[in-house]
């Protein structure tokens, strides 16, 4: 059974750092670029970053530039969003995907395979 596994979420006050973690299972991480993608309470799921294949490209939304750093080790199976300075409107679930990047971006029609999601709140 192929899948996505999050972890690393949890309660953070501002300004403070998360890493979270997505390993797969059942199929080869090394052949799909990796995104990640958040939905805030209310709000629609919105894709937040993507890394290609090989970790040579990355890209970000604007609300989290200079602050969020995605890596990946394909030894590992396994995907990584380093998140710093963490802001309230952060807070959301977190889900990880498997797929393509089109122009630096992933979008739900390019996913092959989604996580379950892990909760990120950003709160004092």
């Known amino acids: 059974q192929s899948q996505l596994v999050e972890s690393g979420g949890g309660l953070v006050q501002p300004g403070g750092s998360l890493t979270l973690s997505c390993a797969a299972s059942g199929f080869t991480m090394e052949y799909y670029d990796i995104g990640w993608f958040r939905q805030a309470p209310g709000k629609e799921r919105e894709g937040v970053s993507c890394?290609?294949?090989?970790?040579?490209?990355?890209n970000y939304v604007d609300s989290v530039k200079d602050r969020f750093t995605m890596s990946r080790d394909d030894a590992k199976n396994t995907g990584y969003l380093q998140m710093n300075s963490l802001e309230p409107d952060d807070t959301g679930v977190y889900y990880c995907?498997?797929?393509?990047?089109?122009?630096?971006?992933?979008?739900?029609?390019?996913?092959?395979?989604w996580g379950q999601g892990t909760q990120v709140t950003v709160s004092s």
């Open positions: 890394i290609g294949r090989g970790g040579g490209m990355t």
């Open positions: 995907a498997a797929g393509l990047c089109y122009r630096g971006t992933m979008t739900s029609e390019f996913v092959d395979f």
